[in-house]
T-cell receptor
Framework: GAGVSQTPSNKVTEKGKYVELRCDPI?????LYWYRQSLGQGPEFLIY????????DSGLPNDRFFAVRPEGSVSTLKIQRTERGDSAVYLC??????????FGPGTRLTVL | RKEVEQDPGPFNVPEGATVAFNCTYS??????FFWYRQDCRKEPKLLMS???SGNEDGRFTAQLNRASQYISLLIRDSKLSDSATYLC?????????????FGAGTRLAVHP
């Protein structure tokens, strides 16, 4: 079956611009996670959704970052006023309740 | 201090060698433990869960020592296809979900 998909696969933007990153989880998975992976580091937790609600957003670095999941399926991570330090691979994962998390291929964000 | 610490490597080993990776974690309340594998420019994929009793999956053996807060992964009879980064992962498993905390990863290169 289809895995987690993320679009775009690559995004290049300029400092100060707004970006949206999309995640399509595995069908039927209730839990959805966003992580960020910088070069040479492991993924870092950003936010977790159970259904439509953000159950834990403690990993969001600041108020420029926001994520939604309005219908409990697709999620969008939104970054305002991007900074060069936001450059990273943004990974989405989904799971059935607290079961194994399956990761998408990621969106590579480059802020110039 | 990072929550999960790993030797970054790289470990360069010949085919057929046995190699061991170690990892320590700082949060004694951690409840779940995993090893993930990540190929270059790909998403992390679950290799195996780690239990206190130790567990084995083919050529891979994982061990957990809760008292020392130490996790290990042993790979026997290394194959070229084992070349990847191995991520040590812990989770608090609180609130019915797995917020994964990743180490920075240990890189393995298996050569002919």
């Amino acid at each position: 079956g289809a895995g987690v998909s993320q679009t775009p696969s690559n995004k290049v933007t300029e400092k100060g611009k707004y970006v949206e990153l999309r995640c399509d989880p595995i069908s039927g998975h209730t839990a959805l996670y966003w992580y960020r992976q910088s070069l040479g580091q492991g993924p870092e937790f950003l936010i977790y959704f159970q259904g439509t609600g953000a159950a834990d957003d403690s990993g969001l670095p600041n108020d420029r970052f926001f994520a939604v999941r309005p219908e409990g399926s697709v999620s969008t991570l939104k970054i305002q006023r991007t900074e060069r330090g936001d450059s990273a691979v943004y990974l989405c994962a989904s799971s059935l309740d607290s079961d194994t998390q399956y990761f998408g291929p990621g969106t590579r964000l480059t802020v110039l | 201090r990072k929550e999960v610490e790993q030797d970054p490597g790289p470990f360069n080993v010949p085919e057929g060698a046995t190699v061991a990776f170690n990892c320590t974690y700082s949060n004694s309340a951690s409840q779940s433990f995993f090893w993930y594998r990540q190929d270059c420019r790909k998403e992390p994929k679950l290799l195996m869960s780690v239990y206190s009793s130790g567990n084995e999956d083919g050529r891979f053996t994982a061990q957990l020592n809760r008292a020392s807060q130490y996790i290990s992964l042993l790979i026997r009879d290394s194959k070229l296809s084992d070349s990847a980064t191995y991520l040590c992962v812990v989770s608090p498993l609180g609130g019915g979900y797995n917020k994964l905390i990743f180490g920075a990863g240990t890189r393995l290169a298996v050569h002919p």
